[in-house]
């Protein structure tokens, strides 16, 4: 129920007033795939009530991900996905939320925690109408899946034959959904909604891996 925390930083050089925010907390991640467009994430935090602070914000090189790093892979479990063939996708989101309640309490205005309750993971894929056995025969059959949602920048190397890498597994994943609108002088697509589910056989719902120059935090 109780997680790690972070303090958030914020610097303000048009109203000369930086604060520092205690026990921030991410409430709900959200990453946008899309071709022709850099990889989004758009990250939604709670935290406590900011004091004052003097900040000297330092910028950093960043690798970026765009839309040729990216790879979607299923397969009946975590173990088959390396081996798995790379699907074809035009846009996929991720929305990973936790729900967390603020731990109010009397005799302060600033929450005491935050607290976790249930973590949801859902998301959507768009793609072209190729086959019924990409998605549409499993969404029918409600078999479920492992997923693989991987951003790996294979043209930087970072110390010495790494790369820069964003991958998440998701254990058991179900297709709620699926949607293939026809349009006269369109291409077929459809949509897939998709939800992970903890896996009894794993033990874990969700793993990431993040590959970077960070050796600790």
Known sequence: IQHQSLTAFLNDPLAAADYKHAMA??????????????IEMDVKMVAKKGVSATLTPATNTENVFTPKNFSVKLAANQAGLAAAS??????????????LEHDD??????PADFLNKTIEITGDIEAIWQDEASFKTAFLAGTEQAMRIDLKNADVTIATSANPELQIDLYKVSFDSLTRPFKVGDTVMQTISFKAHYSLTDSKMVSVKLTNLQASY
């Open 105 to 110: 309490v009397l005799g302060s205005n600033d």
């Open 86 to 99: 790379v699907i074809n996708v035009r846009s996929l989101k991720l929305k990973i939320a936790k729900a």
């Open 25 to 38: 907390c991410v409430n709900e991640l959200n990453i946008t795939y899309q071709a022709g467009k850099l």
